[in-house]
C-alpha cells in the first residue's frame, strides 16, 4: 500500500466516523494538520502519529511476508 492509498483509507473511515481532520487530530492528540498530511499522502508524517491516527480510526495492521511464520518463532523463542 503506498502513502495515497494509506490516505485515501484514513480520509474514508475518517469521514465515515463523521469526524473532522480537526476533531480526529483532537482525539488522537495531534494536530489537523497532521491528518490533513496523512490523508494527502506525505511521506514526512512520523510513524508514531500515523499508529494513532489508526488506533482512533479502529484501523489495523496486517504484515504479510514469507518469512513470516520464522519471525514469530524467533518471538516465541525469546520468551
Not at 490533513?36 to 500515523?50: A, P
Not at 482512533?56 to 514469530?72: C, D, T, W
Given at each position: ?8 483509507l484514513v480520509?474514508?473511515?475518517r469521514?465515515?466516523?463523521?469526524l473532522s ?5 483532537f482525539?488522537?492528540g495531534?494536530?489537523?494538520?497532521v ?8 511521506l514526512t508524517?512520523?510513524l508514531?502519529?500515523l ?5 482512533v480510526?479502529?484501523i489495523?495492521l ?5 518469512l513470516?511464520s520464522?519471525f514469530?518463532?524467533s518471538?516465541?523463542?525469546?520468551s
Amino acid at each position: 500500500m503506498n502513502p495515497e492509498e494509506i490516505g485515501h483509507l484514513v480520509r474514508f473511515h475518517r469521514k465515515k466516523a463523521g469526524l473532522s481532520q480537526e476533531k480526529l487530530g483532537f482525539i488522537a492528540g495531534l494536530g489537523k494538520t497532521v491528518v490533513f498530511d496523512i490523508e494527502k499522502g506525505k511521506l514526512t508524517v512520523r510513524l508514531e502519529s500515523l499508529l494513532k491516527i489508526l488506533k482512533v480510526l479502529n484501523i489495523h495492521l496486517n504484515f504479510q511476508s514469507p518469512l513470516m511464520s520464522l519471525f514469530e518463532e524467533s518471538l516465541n523463542e525469546k520468551s
